[in-house]
């Protein structure tokens, strides 16, 4: 046996030791001076800017930080903000038609969450609805459009529960393991998927004592476009009548580009 043929366990070991390392190498090296920090919240990102290029296969980032063992630790992600429609879809004379719809002004694309601890658990339900710390609660006061009245047999948390089901199918909204070491640090990885939408994502870190949130620190992650894939995307947005001109220009020429082929075929 060479030696470069290194069984795949030793490398997998080799490959967690070194992830634990360059855990906490960036932890001490943007640790503040002061080893006790109190009541203020601290943490970082290894990564603030996520490019989404034509190979984008999504994108993992790491959160650590400084925690307190007599404290709580909620982490959340969201962002950015837009309309969401749900329709609903009705039998009418053999076909089916979507006869009801909802608006959803201002959802978050994504939402990530983690905690130390069961959040209904740390916080009372008036501070989960205020701040949006979890799925169901965020609709609250969410403003929402539609074209029907709520029934006994089609209520607005009915709706809810299908976009968060949705979302979650997509990997858009997610709930995460937030790991806790040595009662000082934490640690959570979160995913970008593909469908990532580019724009500002917001991080929160809250820290909880009593059911009573004592700290709270943002930081802020952009996914942009890139390569060929963002000169694209500039260019429909800064020229939409061109791009859709050039659009219909192109589906011309392909469609008799391939009655040309096959017609020789």
């Known amino acids: 046996m060479s030696q ?11 490959q967690y030791k070194f992830s634990k390392l360059l855990f906490f190498s ?15 919240a601290y ?20 959160i650590f930080g400084l925690t307190d063992p007599e404290l709580d630790t909620i982490l959340t992600i969201k962002g950015p903000n837009k309309d969401t429609k749900v329709s609903k879809k ?17 959802l978050p694309s994504i939402f990530f969450i983690a905690s130390s601890s069961p959040i209904k658990k740390i916080l009372n339900d008036d501070t989960i609805v205020k701040k949006s710390l979890y799925f169901e609660k965020m609709f609250v006061n969410l403003l929402t459009q539609r074209n029907f009245n709520f029934t006994d047999q089609n209520k607005f948390e009915m709706w809810n529960e299908n976009m968060i089901k949705i979302k979650k199918e997509l990997n858009l909204y997610k709930e ?7 009662d000082k640090l934490f640690q959570t990885r979160v995913f970008f998927p593909t469908n990532t939408v ?3 994502y917001d991080v929160n ?11 709270e620190k943002n930081k802020k992650i952009i996914v942009k476009k890139a390569g060929i894939g963002n000169k694209i995307f500039q260019f429909a947005h800064n020229k939409p009548a061109t791009y859709g001109i050039l659009c219909i220009v192109f589906a011309v020429l392909a469609g008799l580009m391939g009655a040309t082929i096959f017609r020789r075929l």
């Open 43 to 62: 943490f970082d990102l290894s990564d603030k800017e996520i490019q989404i290029q034509t190979d984008f296969n999504g994108k993992e980032v790491i």
């Open 198 to 200: 580019p724009g500002f």
């Open 4 to 14: 470069n043929a290194i069984p795949t366990y030793i490398m997998k070991m080799m």
């Open 26 to 40: 960036m932890i001490l090296f943007v640790m503040p001076n002061k080893l006790v920090f109190g009541k203020e």
């Open 176 to 182: 995460y393991k937030l790991k806790i070491i040595d």
């Open 90 to 106: 009705e039998r009418l004379f053999g076909f089916w038609f979507n006869t009801k719809k909802i608006i959803y002004r201002d």
């Open 205 to 215: 870190i809250y820290q909880i004592k009593n059911k009573i949130i004592i700290s």
